[in-house]
T-cell receptor
Framework: NAGVTQTPKFRVLKTGQSMTLLCAQD?????MYWYRQDPGMGLRLIHY???????AKGEVPDGYNVSRLKKQNFLLGLESAAPSQTSVYFC??????????????FGQGTRLTVV | DAKTTQPPSMDCAEGRAANLPCNHS???????VYWYRQIHSQGPQYIIH???NNETNEMASLIITEDRKSSTLILPHATLRDTAVYYC??????????????FGSGTQLTVLP
């Protein structure tokens, strides 16, 4: 049981390049989330998904796209990377509201630098 | 979700109890109080949550005031490994919501040897 796994852990992109961050969870969670964290700040929600085939915008969605083709995977895409997207990206997953098991589990982060 | 207010930083001596306060004066009746922590460069880690009763688990205790406008996270015997940013989050568990977490700036707890 690996929990939430993010790939890659580190990446350097040139401005204008594209890339996809992969998040995989093996806990059969319905909900998945992508956050970004800039230095000295809390996490901000980019996009989230409440189930396979569904996605929704969070607080800072501009410049990102997501897909949830399989329940266990949540992909975050940057079509044309900008220096402002330099950040640490965290993926998380959680169960729907059933009982008391409502906490979110986070991956270890992807450190992205756009030069 | 209700907003929370936490002190930006606190120190605690190793082996002593660490008491981290959180104000959430606009909390609604259906909103829970959650605590997460983030050790440097790692993903946030769930600690504990509660609605109105005090809660305890293997990591910490959560004390919620009777009016639910504030709470305190207690780490009974802090160790150096407890040095982290602690986030207090208030959110409802409404049916159909994505229950996304809204993170503020948190409290940087430094445990001193």
């Amino acid at each position: 049981n690996a929990g939430v796994t993010q790939t890659p852990k580190f990446r350097v992109l040139k401005t204008g390049q594209s890339m996809t961050l992969l998040c995989a969870q093996d806990m059969n969670h319905e909900y998945m989330y992508w956050y970004r964290q800039d230095p000295g700040m809390g996490l901000r929600l980019i996009h989230y998904s409440v189930g396979e085939g569904t996605t929704a915008k969070g607080e800072v969605p501009d410049g990102y796209n997501v897909s949830r083709l399989k329940k266990q995977n949540f992909l975050l895409g940057l079509e044309s990377a900008a220096p402002s997207q330099t950040s640490v990206y965290f993926c998380a997953s959680s169960l729907p509201r059933t009982g008391q098991n409502t906490e979110a589990f986070f991956g270890q982060g992807t450190r992205l630098t756009v030069v | 979700d209700a907003k929370t207010t936490q002190p930006p930083s606190m120190d605690c001596a190793e082996g002593r109890a660490a008491n981290l306060p959180c104000n959430h004066s606009t909390i609604s009746g259906n909103e829970y109080v959650y605590w997460y922590r983030q050790i440097h460069s790692q993903g946030p880690q769930y600690i504990i949550h509660g609605l109105k009763n005090n809660e305890t688990n293997e990591m910490a205790s959560l004390i919620i005031t009777e009016d639910r406008k504030s709470s305190t996270l207690i780490l009974p015997h802090a160790t150096l490994r407890d040095t982290a940013v602690y986030y207090c989050i208030v959110r409802a568990l409404n049916s159909g919501s994505a229950r996304q977490l809204t993170f503020g700036s948190g409290t940087q707890l430094t445990v001193l040897p």
